[in-house]
């Protein structure tokens, strides 16, 4: 998975340019697996890099679970030690941890910290693309169901004293925004043909492949 040592890129720029930006790379678990998931991991160590890492730990990779091809519970926290990175794993389905886990590495970036690496448990309700998930276990599925974070929030919500029709508000509101968006989309024109290799290649296309 390149996209870890891109974060890495970026993260270095900003590093060297002074600035206050923090990359953040999102993966699955899967990737744990990839050796691109420990060259990041070392480069990002070694140069105190204002990077975060966040593995979807879903238990799942494409069809087989994390768990029957690693040597550790937790594919990305356990490893983490071996880069002088501290252990976080988090209830992925609660976004207030989230939310509180992701400020406090934010922090540590730009403080010019280590970088940080999360893993989040989660899990997918569907399968990986077309796939339909015929390997997992129904109960499982509808174990988790039960922690979905939209189900979560919306409890902790009526617990702070948010009345239902505001709740109610909430969610049509955001549908709406949604629908909006959808029929914009669907009414634009195409793109022009002329952007189609802009900002893909560093000459800005593929004449050099001719």
């Known amino acids: 998975m390149p996209h870890l040592s891109i974060a890495c890129g970026a993260a270095w720029r900003a590093q060297y340019k002074g ?3 923090v990359s953040v790379c ?35 990779m494409e069809y087989t679970p ?8 937790h594919p990305a926290a ?7 990175l501290p252990r976080i794993v988090i209830d992925g389905n ?16 730009r403080a010019g910290s280590d970088p940080s690496l999360i893993e989040c448990l989660t899990y997918r309700h569907s399968g990986h693309r077309a796939d339909p998930a015929k390997y997992r276990p129904q109960d499982e599925l509808e174990k988790w169901k039960e922690r ?12 702070f004293g948010i009345g239902e029709h505001i709740i109610a508000g909430i969610d049509a509101a955001v549908k709406r925004r949604v629908e909006e968006a959808k029929e914009r989309c669907k009414a634009a024109p195409p793109p022009a043909l002329e952007i189609l290799t802009t900002d893909v290649y560093a000459d800005g296309g593929f004449a050099w492949r001719n």
């Open 148 to 159: 979905d974070p939209i189900k979560i929030y919306r409890e902790r919500l009526k617990q």
């Open 66 to 73: 994390i768990s029957d091809v690693t040597a550790v519970p």
């Open 94 to 109: 609660d976004a207030d941890i989230v939310y509180r886990t992701a400020a406090a590495a934010y922090d540590k970036a």
């Open 26 to 60: 999102f993966f699955g678990d899967g990737t744990t697996n990839i050796g691109t998931f420990h060259e990041a991991l070392n480069f990002a160590a070694v140069w105190k890099l204002p990077v975060i890492f966040v593995c979807e730990n879903n238990l799942y």
């Open 19 to 21: 600035q206050k930006d």
């Open 78 to 84: 356990d490893r983490a030690a071996a880069y002088g």
